[in-house]
């Protein structure tokens, strides 16, 4: 058993553990310190704005009526178990592909536990450029923006072509 966890990409799960720490730790000091919709500005292009997500990314589907809280939910339960599958698949010579799959992963658990917690996500970052901002989010979504990304640098980089091959 512990063989799996240190020839495979388990062996990163400890990323998974240190987004959902992070995540949850700056969600907490959110929800104690602000209120709902306080913003504090802290750079000229960049505040601290305390919002409620009830959707997905970019608040897709937030105004469903509710249903979609469980619909989110069984999508990141689902997702997770693929990950944790693809996970054990990979191979101890890969290293972008399994810290890829791992922030996903602890994003995707993060944003879970506010569904679970609290019905929606938790968003407190807020960057803007004169007054056009861009939606609201967390550390947990901005795990699963740069997770995608190693994907695709993964992708590209290997060419299509596995790369314990």
């Known amino acids: 058993m512990l063989d799996m966890f240190k020839n495979t990409g388990?062996?990163?799960?400890?990323?998974?553990i240190v987004v959902i720490l992070l995540d949850q730790v700056t969600k907490l000091a959110v929800l104690d310190a602000m209120q709902l919709y306080q913003s504090i500005p802290l750079m000229p292009f960049f505040n601290l704005t305390y919002v409620h997500n009830?959707?997905?990314?970019?608040s897709?589907?937030?105004?469903?009526?509710?249903?979609?809280?469980?619909?989110?939910?069984?999508?990141?339960?689902?997702?997770?178990l693929l990950i944790l599958?693809?996970?054990?698949?990979?191979?101890?010579?890969?290293?972008?592909?399994?810290?890829?799959?791992?922030?996903?992963?602890g994003g995707a658990l993060g944003n879970l536990i506010d569904r679970l917690v609290h019905g929606y996500v938790v968003d407190f970052l807020d960057f803007y450029v004169g007054n056009w901002h861009w939606p609201a989010f967390n550390i947990a979504d901005s795990a699963i923006c740069v997770g995608a990304a190693l994907l695709i640098v993964d992708a590209f980089r290997n060419n299509g072509v596995k790369s314990d091959e």
């Not at 388990?10 to 998974?16: A, D, P």
């Not at 009830?54 to 970019?58: H, K, L, S």
């Not at 599958?85 to 992963?105: E, G």
């Open 10 to 16: 388990l062996r990163f799960l400890w990323l998974s």
């Open 60 to 80: 897709f589907l937030s105004s469903a009526g509710g249903w979609q809280r469980w619909f989110f939910t069984a999508i990141a339960v689902t997702v997770s």
């Open 85 to 105: 599958h693809w996970l054990r698949q990979s191979k101890k010579t890969q290293v972008m592909l399994p810290c890829a799959f791992a922030l996903i992963l």
């Open 54 to 58: 009830y959707g997905a990314a970019f």
